[in-house]
């Protein structure tokens, strides 16, 4: 069995900036790309970066300049950094990762409890 857990979140001024962590733990045998998403009241879940085993990364176009995503995959974790945060950005931020837990089985798809960021004006 594999756990996402999240932390970092909290209430933060307009302009600040807050880091969260995402630590993968239990029957792990590899992880592939690993990423933050959001969901905002009343909108649908969407992605905010994305980062490849080997480094690559990618993020939408509201927080590309803003946040830095990184991994230590000696550790099994994820890290976005967000800076110079706006009210926009209030959401419940979810790690994903995919994850094989045995060389016999299909990677899966995992996900964090979610951990909430709000931004106040």
């Known amino acids: 069995q594999v756990h996402l857990v999240e932390s970092g979140g909290g209430l933060v001024q307009a302009g600040g900036s807050l880091r969260l962590s995402c630590a993968a733990s239990g029957t792990i045998f590899g992880i592939g790309a690993m990423g933050w998403y959001r969901q905002a009241p009343g909108k649908e879940r969407e992605l905010v970066a994305r980062?490849?085993?080997?480094?690559?990364?990618n993020y939408s176009d509201s927080v590309k300049g803003r946040f830095t995503i990184s991994r230590d995959n000696a550790k099994n974790t994820v890290y976005l950094q967000m800076n110079s945060l706006k009210p926009e950005d209030t959401a419940v931020y979810y790690c994903?990762?995919?994850?094989?837990?045995?060389?016999?089985?299909?990677?899966?798809?995992?996900w964090g409890q979610g951990t909430q960021v709000t931004v106040s004006t």
């Open positions: 980062s490849t085993r080997d480094g690559s990364t």
């Open positions: 994903n990762a995919i994850i094989r837990e045995s060389p016999s089985t299909w990677l899966k798809d995992y």
